[in-house]
C-alpha cells in the first residue's frame, strides 16, 4: 500500500499558484492606460470591478462612482478596491505578492490598478469592454470556430 500523500483521493490537494503575468511597477508598458489610470482612476477600477465580478454584477459606472465617493468622503478608497484584488487572486490562483492586497492598494494604488487590468487582458479578457462585451467576443470566437471549414477536404470529380 502506498503512501496516502501518493493518493490523489486521500490527498488534499491546493489549487495550483500560477504567477502574475506582470509586475506590479510595470505600469509605463502601456502608456495610455497608465495615464487614464493615473488622471481617473475610478475609471480603470470600474473597468476591473465589472470583469472581475461575475456575470457583470456591478457595472463600471456604479463600481467606478463608489470609489470616487469613498475617495472622498473617507480618502482611503484602497479599503474598498482591494477586494477586488483578493477575488482575482482567487480566480486565478495568484499569489499575495509582493505584499499582501490591502498593502499593495493602500501604498501603490494605481500601479495595482495597472497590474490588475493587464492581468484580466493577458488573461483574454478585455476590462475596456466590459462584462457582457468580453462575453460576446467569446461567443463570437466560439461561432467562427464552430464555421471554420474541415481541413483536409478535396473536390471529387
Excluded at 8 to 21: D, E, G, L, Y
Excluded at 35 to 53: K, M, R, Y
Excluded at 90 to 96: A, E, H, I, R, V
Excluded at 97 to 122: G, M, R, S, V
Aim: net charge negative.
Amino acid at each position: 500500500m502506498g503512501r496516502p500523500d501518493q493518493n490523489p483521493a486521500v490527498s488534499c490537494q491546493q489549487p495550483t499558484i500560477t504567477k502574475w503575468t506582470s509586475e506590479l511597477f510595470d505600469c509605463m508598458n502601456d502608456g495610455e492606460n497608465a495615464l487614464i489610470t493615473c488622471f481617473f482612476p475610478f475609471i480603470t477600477f470600474g473597468q476591473i470591478a465589472e470583469v472581475i465580478d461575475e456575470e457583470g454584477a456591478s457595472s463600471c459606472g456604479t463600481s467606478g462612482m463608489l470609489y470616487g465617493v469613498i475617495c472622498c468622503l473617507l480618502g482611503i478608497p484602497c479599503v474598498y478596491s482591494c477586494t477586488f484584488r483578493t477575488k482575482l487572486r482567487s480566480k486565478y490562483g495568484l499569489p499575495d505578492a509582493p505584499a499582501p492586497d490591502w498593502i499593495t492598494h493602500c501604498f501603490c494604488e494605481y500601479c495595482a490598478f495597472y497590474q490588475e487590468y493587464l492581468e484580466l487582458k493577458n488573461r483574454g479578457l478585455d476590462p475596456a469592454i466590459g462584462w457582457s462585451g468580453n462575453v460576446q467576443r467569446q461567443r463570437m470566437g466560439q461561432q467562427q470556430e464552430m464555421m471554420a471549414p474541415p481541413m483536409g477536404q478535396r473536390m471529387m470529380g
